[in-house]
């Protein structure tokens, strides 16, 4: 295993070494820095290399194997798992956590951000087409007013001539004449009628000079 620490870089090689016959066996830990020259940190006894490697990495040896790598049991249940699972186990070991929680939070962002946009076009949209069905109205409404207009015009030109035609019959001559003719039987009538009156009156001091003769 090689591992970076304080700049250096340093690999560790942990096993057991077997004898020729295969019947026994000893426990192999060899600890060493890649970027010294004297880059050996092993020695003869295993305990002493192991406390050189604790005193490298600033915690237990096992520990830290642990933070890196799977442990036996969940070595299996990363090889049988599925792809969620997979994914869980490698967030876990890298310590994403956090990254993934924001990535996914970035995510919400944008997907929030792409909504209140597409809210924002719809009530554009909305908006033009009120406009739009406004325009409409207002063009039926402009068209009834100048319908109107041309009946109110049509009335006015027939009243007119009616108007015209009217003093220019009331103007002519057979008018003027029909009216003077009427003038004159009004006064005429008014004559006759006050000839009667006076032989109404004359007719009556006769009868009572007749009765008083009598």
């Known amino acids: 295993m090689f591992f970076e620490e304080k700049g250096h870089i340093y690999r560790v090689k942990r096993g057991r070494t077997f004898t020729k016959t295969q019947k026994s066996s000893e426990p192999l830990l060899e600890f060493e820095c890649l970027t010294d020259d004297d880059n050996s940190r092993s020695s003869h006894r295993k305990g002493n290399t192991q406390e050189a490697l604790d005193e490298t990495i600033n915690i237990d040896y096992d520990i830290f194997c642990s933070s890196l790598m799977f442990g036996q049991n969940d070595s299996g249940k990363f090889l049988t798992g599925t792809d969620k699972t997979r994914k869980e186990m490698m967030i876990n070991i890298l310590h994403l956590e956090d990254v993934v929680k924001g990535c996914l939070q970035e995510v919400r962002d944008r997907k929030n951000a792409k909504l209140t946009v597409i809210e ?32 109110i015009s049509s ?54 000079l007749l009765d008083d003769a009598t």
């Open 120 to 151: 924002e076009l719809q009530v554009k949209i909305n908006l033009t087409k009120e406009r739009m069905d406004s325009k409409d109205s207002i063009a039926q409404v402009k068209e009834k007013i100048k319908a109107q207009k041309s009946l």
């Open 155 to 208: 009335f006015d030109k027939e009243r007119v001539k009616h108007t015209n035609k009217r003093d220019k019959l009331s103007s002519s001559d057979k008018i003027t004449k029909v009216n003077a003719i009427k003038e004159e039987g009004k006064t005429v009538k008014l004559e006759l009628q006050s000839k009667k009156e006076q032989l109404d009156s004359q007719t009556k001091e006769w009868r009572k």
